[in-house]
Every structure is written in structure tokens, then in C-alpha cells.
């Protein structure tokens, strides 16, 4: 069973910057898809950016291309999505998730339903 923990989220004012991190609790992290969800309130659930088990390919969604940057460290098991120039409308929950892969390369979905490890997820608010 993989755990994912995110930390990393807070308030912040429009324009400025935050980290978030995810640590995952399972063996070889880098058989697994990564990707950042967000879900603001009364929304569906989107997703942000994915990576592959490699960090070879990468994923954005048009709304934070430019902005936002994914990374992994397979030798820390973990996953980072740095955000720069947020805005009012990133404020949601972000959730980290998983998904297992036969290979590194294999490139990460976007589904929310392809994914079978959630972290609990953290708030990131952004005032203007």
C-alpha cells in the first residue's frame, strides 16, 4: 500500500510563489505516474501537471503552462509542483496521486480516475 503525505500549501498573495511536495511511502517510486489535482470549491476535480515514472515526460494543463513546474527525486520518493505568478483562481485543494506503471516511460495520464493513490491533500489559497 502507497501512502502519499503533500505539504507545502498556505496563503499567499496574488503573484506570488509557493512549493508543494509530496512524499510517497512505496517502493520503487519510479514505477509510478505522478501527477497534481486540484479541486476548487464547487468544482470538479482538474488535473494540474503529471510526470512520468522517469520525469522524462511531463503534462500541464493550459491554465498554469508557464507557471507551474513538475519534479521528481526517485532517490527521495518524492514529487514537488512549484507554482510561480499565482493568481485567485489557483486557491483549491491540491492532491498529489499515484499511479503504478509497467515502465518509466510510460506516458502519465490525466484522468483523475486513472489514478489509484491520493494524498489527503492540501489548501492553497491566493488572496488578490
Known amino acids: 500500500q502507497v501512502q502519499l503525505v503533500e505539504s507545502g500549501g498556505g496563503l499567499v498573495q496574488a503573484g506570488g510563489s509557493l512549493r508543494l511536495s509530496c512524499a510517497s511511502s512505496?517502493?520503487?517510486?519510479?514505477?509510478?505516474?505522478m501527477a497534481w489535482f486540484r479541486q476548487a470549491p464547487g468544482k470538479e476535480r482538474e488535473g494540474v501537471a503529471a510526470?512520468?515514472?522517469?520525469?522524462?515526460?511531463?503534462y500541464y494543463a493550459d491554465s498554469v503552462k508557464g507557471r507551474f513546474t513538475i519534479s521528481r527525486d526517485n532517490a527521495k520518493n518524492t514529487v514537488n509542483l512549484q507554482m510561480n505568478s499565482l493568481k485567485p483562481k489557483d486557491t483549491a485543494v491540491y492532491y498529489c496521486?499515484?499511479?503504478?506503471?509497467?515502465?518509466?516511460?510510460?506516458?502519465?495520464?490525466?484522468?483523475?480516475?486513472?489514478?489509484?493513490?491520493w494524498g489527503q491533500g492540501t489548501q492553497v489559497t491566493v488572496s488578490s
Open positions: 496521486a499515484g499511479e503504478p506503471v509497467l515502465y518509466r516511460t510510460v506516458v502519465p495520464r490525466t484522468r483523475d480516475s486513472a489514478y489509484d493513490y
Open positions: 512505496g517502493r520503487t517510486f519510479s514505477l509510478y505516474a
Open positions: 510526470i512520468s515514472g522517469s520525469g522524462g515526460t511531463i
